[in-house]
């Protein structure tokens, strides 16, 4: 397996306590039995909890699944009523998202992808900035067999391999950064567990697996 130690790390999370339902770290799309959802669900997760997290006065911790599934069944019927099968383009979340926030009256533009270059800026921009989750995807990279691995932090500074993703949206929570180097791991919740991006394996899984349209993030911005 895998490891990542860092040496000297500084780390960077949002300011409040992330979405909780029962003893997860954020929504989990198979928790539902509807098919579509338990296989194609995980844009409709990861909209669900980035607006849970910032709209004020609106709960994030749930006792039940069932009440969470109740509200993100809600969220599916409000602004995606079409469906896709393989699950929701990134286009279609920044139109979905951008409605939530006119709605909502929140002085927030979304708008999916970032172009490479400028990836890393917008996600600390994000987090430490603006204290808003970013909605990152791993693309499908039809014709290549390579994933994204994710880690487990074991210690305080290692970083385990415990599974990997492709075609798959995710959200990003927090960053841990060597100073001085290039190392960042990207905090993330996926599949209601904590989980850590090694950021420059996705910056290789954009180059050789997939298009930087597919892999990128929802690009929040204020007003």
């Known amino acids: 397996m895998k490891k990542i ?13 992330y979405i909780k339902v029962e003893n ?15 296989d194609y669900g995980c844009g409709l997760i990861a ?6 997290y910032m709209k004020d006065g609106v709960r994030r911790t749930f006792g039940s699944k069932e009440n969470y599934l109740t509200r993100l069944d809600m969220i599916k019927k ?9 699950g929701i383009p990134g286009i279609f979340l920044s139109l979905a998202m951008n409605r939530f926030f006119k709605g909502n009256n929140m002085p927030y533009k979304a708008r999916w992808g970032v172009l490479p270059w400028n ?14 989750p970013a909605i990152i995807s791993v693309g499908p990279g039809y014709l290549n067999k390579r994933r994204v691995t994710l880690y487990e932090r074991i210690s305080d500074n290692t970083f385990q391999e415990s599974n990997s993703t492709k075609g798959h949206y995710m959200m990003v929570t927090g960053f841990i950064e060597e100073p001085g180097t290039e190392k960042l791991m990207l905090r ?9 991006i090694d950021y420059s394996e996705y910056e290789q899984y954009i180059k050789k697996s997939d298009n930087f349209y597919f892999t990128s993030i929802l690009n929040i911005k204020k007003k």
């Open 24 to 38: 997860s770290f954020g929504g989990n799309q198979g928790w539902s039995n509807k098919k579509l959802i338990s």
């Open 188 to 196: 993330i919740s996926s599949w209601g567990k904590m989980y850590y």
């Open 5 to 17: 130690i860092l040496n000297e790390f500084e780390e960077v999370n949002l300011s409040k306590n």
């Open 47 to 52: 909209f669900n909890d980035a607006i849970l």
């Open 78 to 86: 409000d602004y995606f009523k079409f469906w896709f099968w393989h």
């Open 119 to 132: 990836l890393k800026c917008r996600i600390r921009e994000m987090i430490q900035q603006m204290d808003v």
